[in-house]
Protein backbone atom coordinates (compact mmCIF):
# COMPACT_ATOMS: atom_id res chain seq x y z
CA UNK A 1 0.00 0.00 0.00
CA UNK A 2 3.02 2.26 1.14
CA UNK A 3 4.44 1.61 -2.49
CA UNK A 4 1.70 2.90 -4.36
CA UNK A 5 1.04 5.96 -2.53
CA UNK A 6 4.58 6.40 -3.58
CA UNK A 7 4.22 5.86 -7.15
CA UNK A 8 0.82 7.86 -7.02
CA UNK A 9 3.18 10.94 -4.95
CA UNK A 10 5.94 10.73 -7.73
CA UNK A 11 3.23 10.79 -10.79
CA UNK A 12 1.81 14.02 -9.18
CA UNK A 13 5.08 15.53 -8.88
CA UNK A 14 6.13 14.95 -12.47
CA UNK A 15 2.55 16.11 -13.83
CA UNK A 16 3.23 19.02 -11.55
CA UNK A 17 6.41 19.63 -13.17
CA UNK A 18 4.57 19.17 -16.42
CA UNK A 19 1.85 21.85 -15.44
CA UNK A 20 4.33 24.49 -14.38
CA UNK A 21 5.32 25.65 -18.06
CA UNK A 22 9.05 25.03 -17.33
CA UNK A 23 8.56 21.62 -19.74
CA UNK A 24 7.05 22.05 -23.39
CA UNK A 25 5.83 18.61 -23.53
CA UNK A 26 5.70 15.37 -21.69
CA UNK A 27 8.59 14.01 -22.75
CA UNK A 28 10.76 16.79 -21.44
CA UNK A 29 9.90 16.05 -17.72
CA UNK A 30 12.92 14.44 -15.63
CA UNK A 31 11.49 10.82 -14.91
CA UNK A 32 12.36 9.81 -11.49
CA UNK A 33 12.65 6.02 -10.97
CA UNK A 34 12.83 3.88 -7.59
CA UNK A 35 12.51 0.71 -7.16
CA UNK A 36 11.96 -0.97 -3.90
CA UNK A 37 14.07 -4.25 -3.37
CA UNK A 38 12.78 -7.73 -2.66
CA UNK A 39 13.50 -7.05 1.16
CA UNK A 40 11.92 -3.70 1.26
CA UNK A 41 8.69 -5.15 -0.15
CA UNK A 42 8.70 -8.03 2.19
CA UNK A 43 8.69 -5.89 4.89
CA UNK A 44 5.94 -3.31 3.82
CA UNK A 45 4.01 -6.19 3.90
CA UNK A 46 4.00 -7.19 7.24
CA UNK A 47 2.15 -5.13 10.38
CA UNK A 48 5.16 -3.75 12.47
CA UNK A 49 2.49 -3.13 15.61
CA UNK A 50 1.58 -6.57 15.75
CA UNK A 51 4.15 -9.53 16.48
CA UNK A 52 4.26 -11.99 13.42
CA UNK A 53 4.07 -15.50 13.70
CA UNK A 54 7.39 -17.33 14.50
CA UNK A 55 7.96 -18.33 10.73
CA UNK A 56 6.90 -15.17 9.13
CA UNK A 57 9.53 -13.90 11.72
CA UNK A 58 11.92 -16.48 10.50
CA UNK A 59 11.77 -15.15 6.74
CA UNK A 60 12.75 -11.76 8.09
CA UNK A 61 15.20 -12.61 10.04
CA UNK A 62 16.77 -14.81 7.44
CA UNK A 63 16.89 -11.68 5.38
CA UNK A 64 18.26 -9.11 7.67
CA UNK A 65 20.08 -11.06 10.10
CA UNK A 66 21.52 -14.15 8.40
CA UNK A 67 24.35 -15.54 10.65
CA UNK A 68 21.76 -14.93 13.63
CA UNK A 69 18.45 -15.95 12.27
CA UNK A 70 17.72 -19.29 14.27
CA UNK A 71 19.62 -18.78 17.15
CA UNK A 72 17.28 -15.26 16.83
CA UNK A 73 14.20 -17.56 16.78
CA UNK A 74 15.18 -19.93 19.53
CA UNK A 75 15.74 -17.50 21.76
CA UNK A 76 12.28 -15.53 20.99
CA UNK A 77 10.37 -18.61 21.01
CA UNK A 78 12.10 -19.30 24.82
CA UNK A 79 11.81 -15.81 26.47
CA UNK A 80 8.11 -14.69 25.06
CA UNK A 81 6.34 -17.34 23.48
CA UNK A 82 5.66 -18.67 20.65
CA UNK A 83 2.14 -17.21 17.89
CA UNK A 84 0.22 -15.39 19.62
CA UNK A 85 1.24 -16.63 23.37
CA UNK A 86 3.92 -13.46 23.89
CA UNK A 87 5.23 -12.41 27.25
CA UNK A 88 3.87 -9.31 29.08
CA UNK A 89 7.60 -7.87 27.61
CA UNK A 90 6.82 -8.92 24.37
CA UNK A 91 3.27 -7.17 24.17
CA UNK A 92 3.65 -4.50 25.82
CA UNK A 93 7.20 -3.30 24.91
CA UNK A 94 8.54 -5.29 21.75
CA UNK A 95 10.87 -6.90 23.63
CA UNK A 96 10.96 -10.60 22.11
CA UNK A 97 14.28 -12.04 23.64
CA UNK A 98 14.33 -10.50 27.55
CA UNK A 99 17.16 -7.54 26.38
CA UNK A 100 18.09 -5.70 29.05
CA UNK A 101 19.14 -2.26 28.50
CA UNK A 102 22.73 -1.47 26.73
CA UNK A 103 24.84 0.56 28.79
CA UNK A 104 27.61 1.29 26.76
CA UNK A 105 26.67 -0.27 22.85
CA UNK A 106 25.06 1.07 19.48
CA UNK A 107 20.83 0.14 19.96
CA UNK A 108 17.68 0.26 18.57
CA UNK A 109 16.08 0.59 22.23
CA UNK A 110 14.21 3.83 23.13
CA UNK A 111 14.24 3.36 26.62
CA UNK A 112 14.02 1.21 29.74
CA UNK A 113 10.91 -0.49 31.65
CA UNK A 114 11.87 0.22 35.74
CA UNK A 115 13.01 -3.38 36.00
CA UNK A 116 15.85 -2.48 33.20
CA UNK A 117 14.58 -4.28 30.27
CA UNK A 118 14.77 -2.32 26.84
CA UNK A 119 11.67 -1.12 25.02
CA UNK A 120 11.60 -1.00 21.31
CA UNK A 121 9.17 0.87 18.85
CA UNK A 122 8.34 -2.21 17.20
CA UNK A 123 9.28 -6.09 17.24
CA UNK A 124 11.91 -5.14 13.53
CA UNK A 125 14.15 -2.96 15.93
CA UNK A 126 14.62 -5.72 19.05
CA UNK A 127 15.31 -8.18 16.32
CA UNK A 128 17.98 -5.50 14.58
CA UNK A 129 18.95 -4.86 18.64
CA UNK A 130 19.72 -7.94 19.10
CA UNK A 131 21.68 -8.63 15.77
CA UNK A 132 24.18 -5.52 17.32
CA UNK A 133 24.36 -6.95 20.22
CA UNK A 134 25.50 -10.45 18.98
CA UNK A 135 28.15 -8.75 16.84
CA UNK A 136 29.52 -7.40 19.80
CA UNK A 137 29.38 -10.92 22.11
CA UNK A 138 31.11 -12.53 18.67
CA UNK A 139 33.62 -9.72 18.82
CA UNK A 140 34.76 -10.58 22.14
CA UNK A 141 34.30 -14.36 21.52
CA UNK A 142 36.94 -13.79 18.35
CA UNK A 143 39.53 -11.77 20.87
CA UNK A 144 39.50 -14.90 22.45
CA UNK A 145 39.79 -17.64 20.39
CA UNK A 146 40.81 -15.90 17.27
CA UNK A 147 37.84 -17.08 15.37
CA UNK A 148 34.32 -16.90 14.74
CA UNK A 149 31.45 -18.77 16.32
CA UNK A 150 31.05 -22.57 14.94
CA UNK A 151 27.35 -22.80 15.28
CA UNK A 152 24.63 -22.09 17.55
CA UNK A 153 25.82 -24.39 20.20
CA UNK A 154 28.80 -22.17 20.64
CA UNK A 155 27.02 -19.14 21.11
CA UNK A 156 24.67 -20.54 23.49
CA UNK A 157 27.82 -21.72 25.61
CA UNK A 158 29.48 -18.69 25.14
CA UNK A 159 26.33 -16.80 26.32
CA UNK A 160 25.61 -19.11 29.00
CA UNK A 161 25.53 -17.38 32.74
CA UNK A 162 25.71 -13.72 31.60
CA UNK A 163 22.65 -13.72 29.17
CA UNK A 164 20.85 -16.53 31.17
CA UNK A 165 22.51 -18.47 34.07
CA UNK A 166 19.59 -21.11 34.71
CA UNK A 167 20.22 -24.45 33.71
CA UNK A 168 16.80 -24.84 32.74
CA UNK A 169 17.03 -22.23 30.21
CA UNK A 170 20.10 -23.97 28.94
CA UNK A 171 18.41 -27.17 28.47
CA UNK A 172 15.16 -25.52 26.38
CA UNK A 173 17.67 -23.39 24.54
CA UNK A 174 19.56 -26.61 23.01
CA UNK A 175 16.03 -28.19 22.29
CA UNK A 176 14.73 -25.06 20.67
CA UNK A 177 18.29 -24.72 18.57
CA UNK A 178 18.26 -28.12 17.24
CA UNK A 179 14.23 -27.70 16.64
CA UNK A 180 14.78 -24.30 14.38
CA UNK A 181 17.57 -26.10 12.96
CA UNK A 182 16.03 -29.16 12.28
CA UNK A 183 12.57 -26.74 10.80
CA UNK A 184 14.05 -23.99 8.47
CA UNK A 185 18.13 -24.90 7.84
CA UNK A 186 17.98 -27.11 4.74
Same mark, same amino acid.
Given at each position: ?17 ? =? $????? $???? /? ?7 ? &???? =? ?9 ? @? !? ?9 ? /? &??? =? ?9 ? @? ?14 ? #? !??? %?? &? ?8 ? @?????? @??? %? ?9 ? #?? *? ?20 ? #? ?15 ? *??? #? ?10
Amino acid at each position: MKYLKFLLLLFFYQMSLF =A $SDKFK $SVEE /IPFIYYELT &PKQI =ALEAINMDSIP @S !IDTMYAIAREY /I &PEN =ATFFIAIKMEE @SGVDNHNSFLAKEYNN #L !IGM %RY &PRNRETYCIG @STNTNY @SIY %RNWFECMLDFN #LY *MENIENSFKKKHKRGFKNDYEK #LDYLFNFYNGFDKWYND *MVF #LIRYTNKKYVK
